[in-house]
C-alpha cells in the first residue's frame, strides 16, 4: 500500500466528506426522538416480560407469598 503524505490524506477527506448528503437539523431531531421513543417501547416490553418470567418461575419453584 502506498503511502500518502499528511496534505494529501486532508485534502482527500476534504473531497470525500464533500461527497456526504448531510442530515438537515429537522432529520435528525425527527430520528432522535424516535430512536428515544422506541428504547422506551423496549424498556417496558423487557420490564414486563422479565416481570411475567419471574413470577412464573416463583410459581413453579413454589416460591410465591403462599
Do not use: Y
Amino acid at each position: 500500500m502506498t503511502k500518502t503524505n499528511p496534505l494529501e490524506f486532508i485534502q482527500q477527506v476534504r473531497s470525500e466528506t464533500s461527497k456526504v448528503t448531510w442530515p438537515t437539523r429537522r432529520e435528525t431531531l425527527v430520528t432522535t426522538v424516535m430512536v428515544f421513543i422506541m428504547v422506551a417501547f423496549a424498556m417496558v416490553f423487557f420490564f414486563l416480560v422479565d416481570l411475567g418470567l419471574s413470577n412464573i418461575v416463583s410459581f413453579v419453584l413454589g416460591l410465591g407469598g403462599n
